[in-house]
């Protein structure tokens, strides 16, 4: 999905709303465990229900990953499901990978040809040449961590290089490599004022920000230091969303979360 | 396997090679291609072939990913048959994984539990809490990406904080995090003189080499910088080994390579 086409499903929806699939077996709701794919059937009903409400999936690859071959495959019939069902839903592959040039191409690969994700999360500690094959591919996103939510970002994302945080110089050099139109960033809503300095940097760059509900980070914050002209944000909210209820009525409560912060987000726009 | 049966491996082998398995179908030898797993039987062939000259493999995780559910039954075949035949030899999952805290578990479990790797590598962007999940497992290891032979480490590991390098500030933040029962430093090669450096912070840590052979670094110069009492190093070669040739003779090929770099071990041990 390119930008433009990002921006006209934000802006007519009045929603920038990414529901995280991250599908733990121990959280399901009981009954599903007895069905012959567990976390698909999961998947299924929560994309059914918030699809509404959203513009965006995100299922990350670690708890896919964990189930071993049986949740590679739910992870591809997930994305299969949501590109043949909802094919304007932006799906983000929460991956978090990054290699040397030749192996990025190979991850670039897998996500983007076979498993068909519109974006990728990539972590950028190795610097140019382990994100730049990420932008190789048209219509497809790399979404580097800039500053990310959870505590451990005080360790090195937060300490200072020529006096400024490193996540300021990870953008700001990321952001080089690649454009508006293939590049976004990861920033924690946690730290919502730093939006504002981040902003300073990538005005027109759109921002993926976790750390909503379960985290803890205002969506009003966000917006107030975040939102640019094309909106610019992506915010995701995952098991606020996808675990409001462990019952039957799981995707129904699930949606009910999703529509409370697409109101949210309506009136903030 | 635990730090003493890794030593015990090394000085008694006099070696300290780790072949990579980076299995990449255009360049897998052409009568392999019709084989019902082609990659999978190219592992296994050079598994057996260098076993004898090398404690360690390492499969990065990229090119199984890249053929999706295929790629990755035939990275779970190919490390069940290390283990079930090589229980020796340290497999190392070359995976780059790092996320906040319980998704770090959940990469964790999946490597560990399921793959039955000895190791995984984790980048360290995010901090603490992406990082200690890896640490909670008896006998297995997180191996941190401090400093990358790739051109990209000049980006943002080679940056100062407070005139250190980031990568000294990594290491040595990581380092207090674990033990050098349950942590070992990613260092490339082409940066042997660095190492000298990274042993004055942490003189007893295994450290994985990658970068000799085609990425170019110099074994006795990591040799000379980096061997400690208990030898301390895994160096790792994947493409001058695993495609020495592309004929049918290729695993026999790789083991000559691979034998070559272990006599020249042995000769600086």
């Known amino acids: 999905m390119n930008r ?36 698909y059937e999961f998947n299924r009903k929560i994309i059914i229900a918030t699809a509404p409400f959203c513009v965006s ?34 799906v983000i592959a929460d991956a978090k990978r990054g290699d040397i040039g030749n192996t990025s191409t190979m991850y670039a690969k897998a996500f983007f040809n076979r498993l068909n994700a519109d974006a990728i999360t990539v972590a950028p500690y190795m610097g140019r040449d382990s994100v730049k094959p990420f932008l190789q591919f048209e219509n497809k996103w ?8 959870n505590e451990g970002s005080i360790d090195f994302q937060q300490q200072k290089i020529n006096g400024r945080e490193l996540y300021l110089n990870v953008i700001e050099t990321c952001a080089s490599w690649g454009t508006e139109n293939n590049m976004m960033f990861v920033v924690g809503a946690t730290k919502a004022q730093m939006l504002a300095e981040i902003r ?16 803890g980070g205002s969506l009003a914050d966000v ?3 975040g939102l640019n002209k094309d909106v610019g944000l992506l ?35």
Chains 1, 2 share one sequence.
């Open 223 to 225: 917006c107030k230091y």
């Open 57 to 90: 999936f995100k299922p990350n690859t670690a708890f896919y990953e964990a189930y071993g071959l049986t949740g590679i495959a739910s992870l591809e019939k997930t994305i299969k499901f949501i590109k043949t069902n909802y094919p304007n839903h932006f």
């Open 142 to 149: 790399a979404i580097v961590l800039g500053l990310t939510s």
């Open 4 to 39: 433009s086409d990002l921006i006209y499903q934000i802006k007519t929806k009045k929603n920038f709303l990414c529901v995280g699939l991250d599908p733990d077996m121990t959280k399901l709701p009981k009954h599903l465990v007895q069905e012959e794919d567990p976390i």
């Open 200 to 215: 300073k940097i990538i005005p027109s760059h759109f921002l993926l920000v976790p750390g909503i509900g379960a985290q």
């Open 235 to 269: 915010v995701s909210s995952s098991r606020a969303v996808i675990y409001a209820a462990s019952g039957k009525d799981f995707a129904e409560k699930a949606a009910q979360e999703a529509k409370k912060v697409a109101e949210e987000m309506a009136s903030l726009l």
